[in-house]
């Protein structure tokens, strides 16, 4: 992942060497973009911070964002660090290496060249567009053109991977939140990713405007769906028309906005 800023043979006064000190300290606690959180797991140290934020020279925040741009290992229920295109270029490879796990030999290879379209949903992508929402885990899903006459019956599969370090730390869960996984999920050294599938009835060689219509008129259909008595009985396209879904890739069209619509 590589660095937004970069000040090589930057020089530093005295005052900003001590300003380093002081924030390279506060980044092991309360990194750029991780601030006011009531859940960090150091909660000493936000409770003093709060109402309140250090200020630093120019010189001083740009090596610090260098420096702690993947470090943080806090716990959050939420991050509010802005998402980048280092990001998003991290859950491309995430989503390469749960295509590459999807297709293989003895999993279903018959998909392995019919995939067209993976998007980042929910409140990660609508984080993306707004910067306010804040990340709880990522949501990826990748989209496959459809077989001919053939039944996907994969509809309910969901991986998680680690997104690694990264200034969005880690996920923090309540003390009685249960799952078969979460073992599993607390040695992440980073946030959790979610990697689902879905097909469209599109051709494998469709346009990338045919797969946005596609991708946008499931939607659309998840949208009209009439509230049920439990959410959880909600289709999943309902709960993704409810915030927002950015293209990862294919690569020209990163960061297309396929939902919400204008």
Known sequence: MTAIFTRDGDRSSRGDRRDDARARRDARRCPVGIQHDPALTDDTHAGRRQGRERRYSPGTRRRLVWQTRAV???????????????HLARLSELADEDHRHFTRPDGHPEYRDRRVSVALAQGGALHLLDGTTGIKDFDVWTFYAAIPDVRFPFGQRKRHLD?????????????DFKHPQLKRWLNFSGRKVDMMVRILPVASSASQEAVTHAIRAWLHQGAREPRRPSDGD????????????????PLPNRNLIVWPTA
């Not at 943080?72 to 280092?86: E, F, I, M, N, V």
């Not at 997104?163 to 003390?175: D, Q, T, V």
């Not at 909600?234 to 990862?248: E, R, T, Y």
């Open 72 to 86: 943080t290992s806090l716990a959050s229920s939420r991050s509010y660090a802005p998402l980048s295109d280092a």
């Open 163 to 175: 997104f690694g370090p990264s200034e969005h730390g880690r996920n923090l869960y309540p003390p």
């Open 234 to 249: 909600m289709p999943s396209n309902w709960w993704l028309a409810q915030k927002a879904l950015v293209v990862i890739d």
